[in-house]
């Protein structure tokens, strides 16, 4: 299968600090990249779409100017939580769909905000 | 939008046993509908797939069927191994490069 890089792997930041996670697909090209929220033991919640060369588009609730989602190219997209708290700490996976839409993730950041 | 539920949450089952997941789906528009394998602090893994214009899917142990007048699915996991243990999650998505909506998961533990 296709796959995405995702780096960090884990973190951890003082409250009110900000954190940069990275997406990438390295063998194929994805113009669309999501960003998911998973907290332990629940579902992978969606939180915005990235997409190449416009705005992304986030889900209700999501606050867009706390988390700053830029698609710079078609092989990558980055997350940047702003002014970090720590109820922002959990786990955070971006995926990415091939032109077959597919769906592949990446391996996941783990945020802990101190 | 597109409702995806699954049950059940949490499923025992004994090794060599079958275990079966079943997801249901509204929105009539969704073609496609892959199942994760996600375990404890690793990404979901695609572990099978199907598209609206096939009823059934095998892959060795694992095999998915697809109803789209009851507009449900599930996965069929035969002759379960303790490293099937983990969580799975059904979706489903209506256009290339749209979003996936997950069910809720199903924690599956295969007992040696």
């Known amino acids: 299968g296709a796959v995405v890089s995702q780096h960090p792997s884990w973190v951890i930041c003082k409250s009110g600090t900000s954190v940069k996670i990275e997406c990438r697909s390295l063998?194929?090209?994805?113009?669309?990249m999501f960003w998911y929220r998973q907290f332990p033991k629940q579902s992978l919640m969606l939180m915005a779409t990235s997409n190449e060369g416009s705005k992304a588009t986030y889900e209700q609730g999501v606050e867009k100017d706390k988390f700053l989602i830029n698609h710079a190219s078609l092989t990558l997209s980055t997350l940047t939580v702003t002014s970090a708290h720590p109820e922002d700490s959990s786990f955070y996976i971006c995926?990415?769909?091939?032109?077959?839409?597919?769906?592949?993730f990446g391996p996941g950041t783990r945020l802990t905000v101190t | 939008g597109e409702n995806v539920e699954q049950h059940p949450s949490t499923l025992s089952v004994q090794e060599g046993d079958s275990a079966v997941i079943k997801c249901t789906y509204s929105d009539s528009a969704s073609n496609y509908f892959p199942w994760y394998k996600q375990e404890l602090g690793k990404r979901p893994q695609l572990i099978i797939d199907?598209?609206?214009?096939?009823g059934e899917k095998k892959d060795q142990r694992i095999a998915v069927t697809l109803n789209k007048t009851a507009k449900h699915f599930s996965l069929h996991i035969t002759e379960t191994q303790p490293e099937d243990s983990a969580v799975y999650f059904c979706a489903a998505s209506m256009h290339t490069g749209n979003q996936f909506y997950f069910g809720t998961g199903t924690s599956l533990t295969v007992i040696p």
């Open positions: 199907i598209r609206s214009n096939v």
């Open positions: 995926s990415a769909p091939t032109s077959g839409n597919e769906q592949y």
């Open positions: 063998d194929f090209q994805a113009t669309t």
